[in-house]
């Protein structure tokens, strides 16, 4: 239910990251395309890491179920997605405390 909106939002944190390298970051279109970068990305991957909890609590409520179907319980390949979706929102945060937004200068 949520994968498409939150695909389409990687998708957008994806071109705003990619714009933002060939846009200067002094123009209000370069400072846009970072902020949607950073805190886009920030919300997004939070999302992310929401849909990919419920999905593992879903499968391996309903193992035998999901089992019948082809789908193997295989919780450490679905936690690698939550891993990697807890990464991208430490170096979000990270980058955001060591001087992303250098304003009181």
Known sequence: MMAGPL?????????ASIGSAFVAPTTALGAGMYSISMYGGLLLFS??????????VRVAET?????????????????????????NIFVRVAMLLAGGGNRRR
């Open 47 to 56: 999302g992310m890491m929401l849909y990919n909890t419920q999905q593992v």
């Open 7 to 15: 695909a389409i939002g990687l998708g957008v944190v994806v071109a």
């Open 63 to 87: 193992y035998p179920l999901s089992a019948e179907r082809g789908r193997g319980y295989d919780p450490i390949n679905q936690m690698i997605g939550l891993y990697m979706n807890i990464i």
